[in-house]
């Protein structure tokens, strides 16, 4: 990076954090601290809710993934415009009939505290868990490419954050969102443009899809029934539907985003904007990893895109064996794709299947050289990070693009950061003020001065709590499963509580807290025992959880009922 | 417990004020039908280059 960089990213990030915390300094009121303003727009809302949910994980982690392993985990979006769709019609709208403050409080009103309690303390949990690792993601990957100091990263990222989320609160997050997922969208689109220029000449992108595709990276859809297989229709439509209606619908982070806002009409809006634009942009980001796939087919590049670990262990004879092997793979592989597109044009059908098999062992051939590289890593150190998936767009940005994007592009990946975990912050902040220490000290609601006071403690707590987190604690290797996988855990059984209190009248506040919990052990205990998708818990916990309530209701003592009933 | 009816239950009736949409419900169909769209384009997508 060069001076031209530097005066991109900082810019860029100061700028935005600043003018987020300058134009919402004078915030005293508790509804727009922690709902936003309420001239809020539906472009605003939706670039919000966007923005929330695409952490700089999206940016780093997905494109790895399509060069790694394709572009299928598109899949994984299907159940979103699906799920946006239920919260616009019953999410919603009762959020903002009851005016709360958190998606917990309507918990609360329509059960008991307890419940209250629960739906707040799975969320703090599960968010509070997560909060670390929005900001070590980006840390550990940029801070190990350029060589910066990891707890550097984590406390400069930390600290920015923590002083415009804290100083404007919901208000700062959705202004500062607005320009962070501009600049994000015009660094991505940026990224694509200068790839599709730097492919080979005469390949062009049409070229380029044919020969991702013919080595198995552009399958979007696979509508296998094998329940073993992570990606598929099906997990994407059922379980994501599950898990996105878990996390739009009674996440605080993403709730908090549409229940302000100038009307019903603009939160809709701002919902329906993500639904429609969502799975497009997932499959660009995903496709822009397959086109770095064929990208470097071309071009010289590391067996291990990781190279600050590979280095470190470079002395070993047997890796400079691996990188002149890998070396040597590669030329085979390039002319055996060169013969394959010659065969294509040929129109020769049995020359074609003969230079796309001999294409196909080539590619093999130099797969098997970086699971071998992989294998040397581990063995010389068992503590190695043997995936180097994450840290192959970031190579690409810094050795392909042009000073200033370089400042941009990494400017991107930490707008990304900051985006999610402002969101994060602030929603854990208000639940924390709202659903626990106003629940204890109901007395202090009605001290309008003090309310805000004490968010802004809360928000700035929990974010030294997930600074802390991220310097001291040491993450799962690939860090958007790692989150997913935390997610499905939880979130089924939260989504539960709430299609319970939405559908299930009947049911009381005792059946529900004891359903959820049993739910929330069952879905832990076959996480540890079974082997399947991650997204089947989204399903499995939330049907306990309705499930065992309905039993439950049913067998409770009639004294219980009637308790509830009267409490109603 | 009995909901209280708030400003906004009668925003749940009241168009959605977008060209050529006239119910909320004209509109969830339209974003369900873009969705069946996108899921198939992927699939023809696939059967093109895979």
Redesign the interface.
Known sequence: MNVADWIVLLGTLVGIAAYGAWRTRHIRSLNTYLRGSASTGWGTIGLSVMATQASAITFLSIPGQGFESGIGF?QNY?GL??A??IV??VFL??Y????VYTAYEFLG??FDDKTRLLGAGLFLLQRGLAAGVTIYAPAIIISTVLGWRLDLVIVCTGLLVIIYTVTGGSEAVALTHKWQMTMISAGMVTALVVLLHRLPDGLGFTGA??V???L?K????DFSLDPSRRYT?WTGVFGGLFLSLSYFGTDQSQVQRYIGGA???EG??GL?FN??LK??MQ?VILLIGALLFVFYQFAPHPVFFNQAEWRRHAADGRFAALEARHADALAQSQSAIRAWLAARASDDATREASARAAMVAANDRTDAIRADARAALASADPRAKTKDSDYVFITFILSELPHGTIGLLVAVMFAAALSSKAAELAALGTTTTIDLWRHFRPLAAADEGRNVRVARRFTAMWGVVAVAFALFAGFAENLIEAINILGSIFYGVLLGLFLVAFFLRRVGGSAVFFAAVAAEALVIVMYFSLNIGYLWYNIIGCAACVAFSLVLQAVLPPRVRADEVRA? | MTLAPGPDERADSDPPEVPGFRTWRGLYLFVFGWFVLVVVLLTAFTAIFS
Do not use: E
């Open positions: 598109v299907f415009p699906l946006l769709i616009c019609v709208p009762m903002r009939r009851l005016n009103q329509r899809a044919h991702a595709g013919a198995g552009l399958q979007a859809v229709v009307s019903l009409r809709r809006l329906m639904a429609v799975i497009p499959f109603r």
